[in-house]
């Protein structure tokens, strides 16, 4: 195959249990994902993998045709070759073979295309900070007319090519080196074969967005959950993401946790008005009609008033009318939610760091 056009490397995040990187790129104008192992990237031109959306762009010719890669492809791909082949196609081809995945404009919402967007600061996931260069989660400016209300943005890609989520074939080999290597990989992997529908990718991106959406016109007067500004498209593939609130100044119980540990302050644990302020936001995100279904100290974050937020609504659900919010028959989903938080609310740095290592 051809190996002509240009590519730039929009983000980068370390499989590291499968030898490779997940690598999203615009080739001509086109967002396309491509794996390659380590191996293989050690021979690509210097700085590949630090452009960020604001390096020059790559001729694609620029990259050695011979190398091999794991092949990221979706199950309608042209042929369907069989998964055993996967690490005999040069880098041209998974650059230009698949088609992505994306969604429609749930309810009319505002638009903000991914280009007219200016990245000032990626935020790294809880857990990935040395493993992820990604645009999933990113301070964003708008590069003409900002949305009502200003202030700073944060983009949430509601796909990067996690491994739990995105249909790779996985040659057997590297599935045993993966669970040997990292525990928490087996089940993820193991999830991988029930995953393979294109139409389950656009549930999760449809739930993500839709949960965010409705989550922040319930609550986000009350400035417990981020607002809400509109959808973030990309060419050829419609709405990838959305717009909403960055909450500056704020830290996650993440974020305070590892502080306490750098500074070996070991006994260090939320405070008592830092666990009201928690749950509080948590009862009323219950009372709004909403379980969260993710409690940990990642998605709380404390604001530098005191005041708490909630994030990351891509698993919540709506409960059912009637649900039983407290008193003795309350809603298991309700009743998880307050379980976990109390359990990490009462951990102090050492359990944290315990947890962690578990």
Same mark, same amino acid.
Request: with cysteine.
């Given at each position: ?51 960020? =959306?604001? *390096? !020059? @762009?790559?001729?694609?010719? $620029?990259?050695? /045709? ?8 979706? #199950? +309608? ?71 009502? =209300?200003? *202030? !700073? @943005?944060?983009?949430?890609? $509601?796909?990067? /090519? ?8 996985? #040659? +057997? ?186």
């Amino acid at each position: 195959m051809a190996t002509g056009g240009n590519m730039k490397v929009l983000a980068i995040q370390e499989a590291g249990a499968l030898d490779g990187y997940i690598v999203r790129a615009r080739v001509d104008g086109l967002i396309r994902y491509f794996s390659v192992t380590f191996e293989a990237a050690s021979k690509f031109p210097a700085g590949w993998n630090k452009n960020g =959306g604001s *390096g !020059p @762009l790559i001729p694609v010719s $620029a990259y050695p /045709p011979d190398l091999k890669c794991i092949h990221l492809r979706r #199950p +309608d791909h042209r042929d369907n070759i069989n998964p055993e082949d996967e690490t005999d196609y040069p880098i041209a081809e998974p650059l230009m073979g698949h088609k992505l995945t994306g969604i429609g404009n749930p309810k009319g919402l505002p638009e903000f295309d991914y280009d007219s967007l200016i990245q000032l600061q990626k935020v790294p996931s809880p857990g990935f900070e040395n493993r992820l260069t990604t645009d999933r989660l990113c301070r964003v400016q708008p590069k003409t007319s900002a949305p009502s =209300g200003g *202030g !700073p @943005l944060l983009m949430k890609l $509601a796909e990067f /090519p996690a491994i739990d989520t995105w249909p790779i074939p996985i #040659p +057997d080999d590297l599935v045993a080196r993966a669970k040997a290597r990292w525990k928490k990989m087996k089940a993820q992997l193991l999830s991988i074969e029930s995953d393979r529908d294109p139409a389950h990718i656009e549930r999760i991106i449809g739930h993500e967005i839709k949960m965010h959406h409705e989550v922040a016109a319930a609550l986000s007067e009350t400035g417990l959950v981020p607002k809400f500004h509109g959808v973030v498209t990309e060419l050829g593939r419609g709405v990838a993401g959305f717009l909403s609130e960055f909450i500056a100044g704020s830290k996650s119980f993440d974020d305070l946790f590892k502080a306490a540990a750098a500074r070996k302050d070991m006994k260090w644990a939320p405070s008592e008005a830092e666990g009201e302020a928690f749950r509080y936001a948590l009862r009323r995100l219950h009372r709004a009609g909403f379980v969260h279904n993710d409690v940990h100290p990642g998605n709380f974050l404390l604001r530098s008033d005191g005041w708490a937020v909630i994030i990351d609504f891509e698993e919540a659900e709506r409960l059912e009318p009637g649900a039983v919010l407290e008193g003795k028959k309350v809603h298991p989903r309700v009743s998880d939610d307050i379980s976990c938080l109390e359990e990490f609310l009462n951990w102090n740095t050492s359990a944290y760091l315990r947890r962690l290592e578990g």
